[in-house]
């Protein structure tokens, strides 16, 4: 087990202009971290500065910005944080839930998962207090009976 890293790669706004980096997978990342410097070559800008707290507990504020991203053979627009330009890329748990991926940490790999679905089953809402809240296995959860209190 460990960390594996795998080819991601990172597009211009436009998701017409790619450059591949080695991304290092980080399921305890909320967000795609990569250097400002690749960013702002393919014309990626932030549209916000968020605060975000470090592993040793500071603080700190960095651009925050969305753009076209390719990985396991899938391209989608996803978060990405400007970080320092010693930083090493990370692919953080928001970009691997965009692209329906889980990680395999025995084989080092990326592996497809099925999105975790919370819904509003209306169909026998006649006569009831409201919709029921049914997780994907179709049957009440604690966190639905929790969301739906």
Known sequence: MGTFAVMLGVADPQGRRYE???AMVDS???YTVLPASILKRLGVEP???RGFVLADGHRV???FGRTWMSLAGRQDMSPVVFW???SVPLLGAVTLEIFGLGIDPVNGRLVPVDAFMLSAD???DVGSAGPTISSRHGAAS???DALAA
């Open 47 to 49: 549209y916000e500065t």
């Open 61 to 63: 504020e960095r651009g």
């Open 20 to 22: 591949e980096v080695e």
């Open 122 to 124: 209306t169909s026998d």
């Open 142 to 144: 604690p966190q639905a």
């Open 28 to 30: 305890g990342a909320a």
């Open 84 to 86: 320092d330009e010693d």
